[in-house]
């Protein structure tokens, strides 16, 4: 069944590197789409269960990588075993490029000719497992012991990059959730962020009942759509403020009509103004948000 929570952003990074978790607490019912502004690496050790991703849902089993790329919708959907081991890493663009050579690119994983893309993968369980057990190891305080703990890191992006490479490691959803209507429907949300995108302009777009185009939103997307065109002009705004660096030169850049509905809904959103957002963030690619509750 469908959660009626809105998408919400989170933010676990306390770091501008990259973070590891380990866990096997049960998923908990209705947990809410949600979406950062960074990598995100879920890795499946034992159990099962069914992880959605922009629409789709997959059947997770030992040995599944779901490499999520900044700003994609994504959750739990639930869990189909009794016990259900996973490990999620976050990381930030910025870093792996820091990491990077002109003959390795560890970022290849999360883009498809030069375009971001999320993907599911399935590598060996046990290299899998072996992989993430050395970063469970929390390098020690002796001469060298962290550069060894980043190489272990390192280590595990690389196979997962060789992994990628082979289309034999590629999982196909196990349901598609999304119809080719909405999929239209979202793709001309995110390439027209800056135009009427109300209820009646995009039923009048693709000439369809507005009524019946919102009850399919919300059923295949799990969010009201509104809710989802103005989070990604949310997300697009984060971007323009970067390159723009002025809230008042990019509000309308991404279909806000006055500057005080786009403080008053990026506030609401991220918890802090766009000069805050400015000021506090360095490395553009680390947003410093609350846990979500």
Known sequence: ???????????????????????????LADM?????DFYEINCVLKGSGVFYLDGDEYETTPGTVTLVNANDLHNIVRQSSDYYERAYVYVTETYLKAHSTP??????????YGKPVSRVIRIDPDELA???SRLDERPGKGYGDDIIYEQHFLELMIMLNKAVLSDANDIMPESSTVPKLIGDVMNYI?????????????????????????????????VN?????????????KELLREYGNAKKVYHMCGFKSYTHFLRCFRKEFDMTPREFLSSNADPDVIRFEHAT
Request: include cysteine; glycine fraction near 2%.
């Open 1 to 27: 069944m469908a959660s009626n929570t809105p998408a919400v952003a989170v933010n676990s990074m306390i770091t501008d590197r990259f973070e590891i978790f380990h866990v096997n607490q049960d998923v």
């Open 130 to 132: 072996a992989a993430i």
């Open 32 to 36: 809410p789409l949600h979406y950062h």
């Open 190 to 222: 995110g390439t027209h962020l800056d135009a009427d995108l109300s209820l009646d302009a995009l039923a009048s777009q693709f000439f369809i009942n507005k009524y019946y185009l919102s009850r399919e939103f919300k059923k295949h997307m799990r």
């Open 103 to 112: 003959v390795t690119d560890l970022t290849a994983c999360f883009r498809h």
């Open 225 to 237: 759509l509104h809710e989802y065109t103005l989070t990604k002009r949310l997300i697009r705004s």
